[in-house]
């Protein structure tokens, strides 16, 4: 950390020298001495009183022999002026950063202007897995296609917007259903019957699926069933999802029975080095600090953490272990129960008991014991981290919680045959398509950066003729010769 600081600091004072040193080149060009500016032509070389025609060999003013001083002249000002090409380079250099600072306001501005409004279309495609294990099973599958076109406010927040979904199973028609994914209803035709309702949720997607021909009976397709409903619930809660690569839609290769997974975690300040799940069935990770101590060259500290969550509907989270290993001293096992607030630490031979407030408080509780404190920002951005994980499992339950829970493919035990399919559905291809920003013309983003660009390059045009203008005029100033009375 305190090689950071340094390196920072050196290179803000390396940054803030050449910006003087380029705004004094400017200031130098375009300018003469004071003294030396209207019809006076010489003065003191250091006190800059005028020196006159007849002038003695010592200043009247500062008593320094001009043999020693020197006498400034409006030659040797001119001289001693930087080149033009050293102005212009200095003048390109901070008007460029001054006008990034101006493009950068003026783009916030009119973006907030225009709603801050983004419209794109998408489409994905996933294919139903029917193998078991890796081997086929030569069970009927289907394949799903996505086709959204949305209204996106801030690049946050729906809008408005539809999305179809396309069944189509291997032998049969396809049905094709229309949600409006600003209210939630939806209809679909091509089935058996027309179908329609105000919430596309499980029993929704199982009716879909069951109007395409497919045996809505077998536990793997209940399963991609909760799949394409909990799909749309993360659409419209978060429709940035449509810029990856399942489009809330997770493609899954485990068993339809297994209910949750690692929650897909990538703090910033704590390198996760594994995940994967507990025999207990619990989510865990292995993490460590990105700073490491220097005394010891290892992490400042590590550890593991391990979610729980009830088996019942509400999937809410049960019960948290956390493992605190700091580089030197024993570590500290935390048990935390969000429904009592309570909190169990072991440290050593030691053993407590805390009620806490949340879960921040319980995470705090185990860094104090750790003996590790907030004076490193690493350490508190990872602790942080820590809480904000724990945050993000106390404020997800439900039953779409395992559209948010994905482990790294590698960190997954190769399933074991079971005598039917894996379900769940496998990526085949996306297209995503941004056509623009502030409502009101196919320009859309380009418009307002175009004009705020031309505008800028004409006002750097009119600054560099200035300059030169301003230069010959100084010098030309110089070159005429003095008037005599």
């Known amino acids: 950390m305190g090689f950071e600081l340094l390196a920072m600091a050196i290179w803000a004072t390396i940054v803030v020298l050449v910006l003087a040193t380029m705004v004094g080149t400017l200031v130098r060009g375009l300018t003469l001495p004071r003294q030396l500016r209207g019809r006076v032509e010489s003065v003191c070389g250091v006190c800059r009183y005028e020196v006159t025609p007849g002038h003695r060999d010592t200043c009247p003013e500062c008593g320094n022999p001009y043999l020693r001083g020197g006498i400034l002249t409006k030659s040797l000002a001119k001289q001693a002026r930087p080149s033009v090409w050293s102005v212009l380079v200095s003048w390109t250099v901070l008007y460029t950063i001054f006008a990034g600072i101006v493009f950068g306001f003026v783009m916030s501005a009119g973006y907030a202007m225009g709603g801050g409004a983004s419209q794109f279309t998408c489409n994905q495609t996933f294919e139903a897995i029917r193998d078991d294990a890796g081997a086929p099973t030569g069970v009927a599958g289907y394949t799903v296609r996505y086709d959204?076109?949305?209204?996106?406010?801030?690049?946050?927040?729906?809008?408005?917007?539809?999305?179809?979904?396309?069944?189509?199973?291997?032998?049969?028609?396809?049905?094709?259903?229309?949600?409006?994914?600003?209210?939630?209803?939806?209809?679909?035709?091509?089935?058996?019957?027309?179908?329609?309702?105000?919430?596309?949720?499980?029993?929704?997607?199982?009716?879909?699926?069951?109007?395409?021909?497919?045996?809505?009976?077998?536990?793997?397709?209940?399963?991609?069933a909760q799949l394409l409903a909990g799909s749309i619930v993360a659409l419209r809660n978060d429709p940035m999802t449509t810029s990856s690569d399942n489009m809330g839609l997770i493609p899954s290769q485990l068993q339809p029975t297994t209910p949750f997974s690692p929650i897909p975690w990538q703090p910033f300040s704590l390198d996760v080095t594994s995940s994967g799940r507990t025999t207990l069935g619990q989510a865990e990770y292995q993490f460590e600090s990105v700073v490491t101590d220097p005394t010891h060259h290892a992490p400042r500290f590590s550890g593991r953490i391990a979610l729980a969550f009830a088996d019942d509907d509400t999937h809410a989270l049960a019960h948290v272990h956390l493992t605190l290993s700091p580089s030197v001293g024993w570590p500290v096992e935390m048990d935390y129960d969000p429904a009592a607030h309570t909190v169990h630490l072991e440290h050593g031979d030691q053993k407590?008991?805390?009620?806490?407030?949340?879960?921040?408080?319980?995470?705090?509780?185990?860094?104090?014991?750790?003996?590790?404190?907030?004076?490193?920002?690493?350490?508190?951005?990872?602790?942080?981290?820590?809480?904000?994980?724990?945050?993000?499992?106390?404020?997800?339950?439900?039953?779409?919680?395992?559209?948010?829970?994905?482990?790294?493919?590698?960190?997954?035990?190769?399933?074991?045959?079971?005598?039917?399919?894996?379900?769940?559905?496998?990526?085949?291809?996306?297209?995503?398509?941004?056509?623009?920003?502030?409502?009101?013309?196919?320009?859309?983003?380009?418009?307002?950066?175009?004009?705020?660009?031309?505008?800028?390059?004409?006002?750097?045009?009119?600054?560099?003729?200035?300059?030169?203008?301003?230069?010959?005029?100084?010098?030309?100033?110089?070159?005429?010769?003095?008037?005599?009375?």
């Open 148 to 224: 959204a076109d949305l209204t996106v406010q801030n690049y946050m927040s729906l809008q408005s917007g539809t999305l179809s979904i396309s069944v189509r199973p291997d032998h049969g028609p396809s049905v094709v259903a229309t949600i409006d994914l600003a209210t939630g209803a939806w209809q679909a035709t091509g089935g058996a019957q027309p179908l329609n309702g105000q919430v596309f949720d499980d029993q929704a997607a199982t009716q879909l699926l069951a109007s395409a021909g497919i045996d809505v009976t077998a536990s793997y397709v209940q399963h991609e």
């Open 352 to 485: 407590r008991e805390l009620q806490v407030g949340d879960h921040h408080a319980a995470v705090l509780a185990a860094r104090n014991e750790a003996g590790l404190t907030d004076a490193d920002t690493d350490v508190r951005d990872g602790i942080d981290e820590l809480a904000g994980l724990i945050a993000d499992a106390e404020t997800s339950p439900g039953p779409h919680l395992t559209l948010y829970l994905t482990p790294p493919p590698a960190s997954l035990p190769p399933a074991a045959p079971d005598g039917e399919p894996d379900g769940g559905f496998a990526t085949q291809n996306s297209s995503i398509v941004n056509y623009g920003s502030y409502p009101g013309g196919p320009f859309g983003d380009y418009l307002p950066m175009t004009i705020c660009l031309a505008i800028e390059f004409v006002l750097y045009l009119v600054g560099a003729v200035l300059i030169i203008l301003r230069r010959r005029a100084m010098f030309r100033s110089i070159e005429r010769p003095a008037t005599t009375a």
